[in-house]
């Protein structure tokens, strides 16, 4: 019956095991969409059906739960799957989301595979640039951190730290009622681990010269090989 086809993609992986149950016309197509849509898997699922009748040709499941999307978060989601039966045996022949509908051995739904297939390939390419960049976005923030502290330091003690050591223990050529620190309780390293380099003072009108020499860790060079430094904007690194 419906009900029991219904009550079998309940089951746990429920996507996956349901590939085992669509029609010969919309096999393979659904195999690819499986992987496809395999992170939309609810944790929970409550079904209905439009008929359990055994001379019913034709039904639909919903799915309503919650799933977890790559950032963690909840979102709520209902996919309506469209059955029909074949040969004695009910099959997965299209699938309702939103506002879209389709059949499986439509050219509709082998446009959709492939705009999916698209947008997880743009996923996938994003992911990639964004753990390259990763040490980037560490250099560049701890950076910051650290400029906001050497800021701190100067203002309250009329003078720049001579050493990053300076901001966790008060040096001897600063006064103690002058002293607000420790203005950091560890030390903050770039995005490939290694200690920030500290010029004081720094070059030209610089009071003070804070950068890492990148990936390859030797002055100059372009993208991750470039000198992050306090004295360039973030726009400009």
């Given at each position: 019956t419906v009900e029991a086809y219904a009550k079998s993609l309940s089951e746990e992986?429920?996507?996956?095991?349901?590939a085992s149950f669509f029609t010969k016309?919309?096999?393979?197509?659904?195999?690819?969409?499986?992987?496809?849509?395999?992170?939309?898997?609810p944790d929970y699922?409550?079904?209905?059906?439009?008929?359990?009748?055994?001379?019913?040709?034709?039904?639909?499941?919903?799915?309503?739960?919650?799933?977890?999307?790559?950032?963690?978060?909840e979102v709520p989601t209902e996919i309506q799957f469209l059955l029909e039966k074949e040969e004695g045996r009910w099959g997965i022949v299209g699938m309702t989301e939103g506002k879209r509908t389709f059949r499986f051995d439509s050219e509709k739904a082998r446009k959709e595979v492939e705009r999916m297939k698209e947008m997880a390939q743009?996923?996938?390419?994003?992911?990639?640039?964004?753990?390259?960049?990763?040490?980037k976005r560490i250099t560049l923030y701890n950076m910051e951190i650290l400029v906001h502290y050497i800021q701190a330091f100067w203002m309250d003690c009329d003078t720049y730290p001579k050493a990053?050591?300076?901001?966790?223990?008060?040096?001897?050529?600063?006064?103690?009622?002058?002293?607000?620190g420790p203005?950091?309780?560890?030390?903050?390293?770039d995005g490939w681990n290694r200690n920030f380099l500290y010029e004081v003072?720094?070059?030209?009108?610089?009071?003070?010269?804070?950068y890492s020499l990148?990936?390859?860790n030797k002055p100059g060079g372009t993208d991750l090989n470039f000198d992050f430094s306090s004295i360039h904007s973030p726009e400009d690194q």
């Open positions: 992986n429920y996507i996956e095991k349901s016309k919309a096999g393979e197509l659904w195999r690819e969409m499986c992987l496809l849509i395999s992170d939309r898997q699922i409550q079904i209905t059906t439009t008929t359990t009748k055994e001379e019913a040709t034709t039904a639909s499941v919903n799915f309503i739960g919650i799933y977890k999307n790559k950032s963690g978060e743009d996923r996938e390419r994003k992911r990639v640039k964004e753990k390259r960049e990763e040490p990053l050591k300076d901001l966790q223990e008060r040096p001897d050529y600063v006064k103690k009622e002058s002293w607000k203005y950091i309780d560890k030390e903050f390293k003072p720094g070059p030209g009108d610089h009071e003070y010269h804070l990148g990936a390859d």
